[in-house]
């Protein structure tokens, strides 16, 4: 059974900083592209980052282009999400998410991480 278990979020003033990590135990960590994806309240689940196995190609979504940074570490079977300037906007629940690296949907989920940025 792979299972990811992000960090803990929390709460940040506006233009602060905050790094997600998640763990993925049970599984072949390098068959797997590595994503975080957020869900405001009110709002559908969207796409923020995404990493492929070997590091070498990464994915933003347009909102956070130039403040958030993916990256891993295939000894660790870590993925992390390194987040600056935060905005009141960035307030989400946090998933990390992997999907084998031939495929296109991403299959297996974490449980969310909060995080909250204060105005």
């Known amino acids: 059974q792979v299972l990811l278990v992000e960090s803990e979020g929390g709460l940040v003033p506006a233009g602060g900083s905050l790094r997600l990590s998640c763990a993925v135990s049970?599984?072949?960590?390098?068959?797997?592209?590595m994503a975080w994806f957020r869900q405001a309240p009110g709002k559908e689940r969207e796409f923020v980052a995404a990493?492929?196995?070997?590091?070498?190609?990464?994915a933003y979504a347009d909102s956070v282009k130039g403040r958030f940074t993916i990256s891993r570490n295939n000894v660790k079977n870590a993925v992390y999400l390194q987040m600056n300037s935060l905005q009141p906007e960035d307030t989400a629940v946090y998933f990390c998410?992997?999907?084998?690296?031939?495929?296109?949907?991403?299959?297996?989920w974490g449980q969310g991480t909060q995080v909250t940025v204060a105005s």
């Open positions: 049970g599984g072949t960590f390098t068959s797997y592209a």
């Open positions: 998410a992997a999907r084998y690296n031939d495929v296109v949907d991403y299959h297996l």
């Open positions: 990493i492929t196995w070997g590091g070498g190609s990464t």
